[in-house]
């Protein structure tokens, strides 16, 4: 299984996290993990390669290609979303052209299952494949991508792309000449992008493959016909995504499975890393379960960790 990461130095306890989750669930799985920054200090280069391969005895290739490609693309600053991001639409140029497809998975995520089933996944005929946005109900970015309201608009923190694909239809060329056309319209990065360009050319996952931070929520902003698939794929997820502003590595998040990623803390080079806590916030969370009882916050749905 090839396996892609984009990143860039900040990120890269995060990226090891994740990647001492994937690894430690995927010891059967013959594991090539590809990592793509701009830059990244030659200290961060040996941690990371010295999880993939002295701890899990997988493999590691690093890309480091400077910001040529995307230092022009649309970009709005914020804590949790880096322009590496802009990476996956590169791929075909970055990664070797032997490489017939990845999985690409972002850092603030845990990998709780065996990768195989989702890499087994048969996407002949398909550019990738994604699991539905947890604000995918929400039609505003439907008219600002010009995408009828039908679509099914999809989260592009962990995706199946068919390189192949890629290649013989010129999707990274198309992302770039939408790009110039209509980069007023971006405002999700290369998820809106790879949502404008490729509608017509994917196929859907289950949402056990990206359980996204909102889909744990008791109001679930998805469609309501997805209602029933989440409540019984949440019972059984492959990988949890902490999507959203509120990532396990800041106080600010309660998200029922920050437990399991400190577990994976604990395992990696960054044992013990927690946030600082702040009292007013400790304080304030003694409230929540008030907020939640008169529908001032919407709060998690009761999750069994195993």
């Given amino acids: ?3 892609v990461c984009n990143i860039d130095n900040r990120y890269v306890p995060y990226c090891g996290i994740m990647l001492t989750s994937l690894l430690d669930n995927n010891r059967d799985n013959e594991v090539n993990i590809h990592i793509v920054a701009a830059t ?8 990371l390669r010295s999880i993939v391969e002295d701890i899990f005895d997988a493999r590691i290739n690093f890309y480091i290609v400077g910001d040529n490609l995307v230092k022009e693309l649309p970009h709005f600053d914020n804590d949790y979303i880096s322009l590496s991001t802009y990476f996956r639409c590169f791929l075909t140029e970055i990664l070797p052209s032997d490489i017939k497809k990845v999985i690409y998975i972002d850092c603030d995520l845990l990998v709780l299952n065996s990768l195989k089933p989702l890499w087994d996944t048969d996407i002949s005929g398909y550019a990738l494949a994604a699991v539905e946005d947890m604000n995918s109900s929400f039609t505003d970015k439907h008219r600002r991508l010009g995408l009828p309201e039908s679509y099914l608009y999809f ?3 962990v995706l199946l792309i068919n390189l192949d694909y890629w290649r013989s239809h010129d999707v990274m060329n198309r992302l770039m000449i939408w790009m110039r056309q209509y980069r007023t319209r971006i405002v999700a990065h290369d998820q809106d992008l790879l949502n404008a360009v490729l509608s017509k050319e994917i196929t859907y996952l289950p949402h056990r493959w990206n359980m996204q931070e909102g889909m744990l929520r008791r109001r679930r902003h998805t469609l309501p016909s997805s209602e029933s698939a989440i409540d019984q794929e949440m019972k059984h997820p492959a990988i949890i995504h ?6 396990p590595w800041q106080e600010k998040c309660i998200n029922p499975y920050k437990p399991i990623w400190e577990r994976y803390t604990d395992m990696s080079p960054w044992k013990g890393m927690r946030p600082q806590r702040h009292i007013g916030f400790t304080i304030n969370r003694l409230t929540f379960p008030l907020q939640d009882a008169l529908g001032l916050r919407n709060g998690y ?3 069994k960790l195993k």
């Fill in 1 to 3: 299984m090839d396996i």
């Fill in 40 to 47: 990244l200090s030659p200290d961060n280069i040996e941690i």
């Fill in 242 to 247: 902490f999507a959203g502003k509120h990532k």
């Fill in 301 to 303: 749905r009761t999750i």
């Fill in 155 to 157: 989260n592009a923190g």
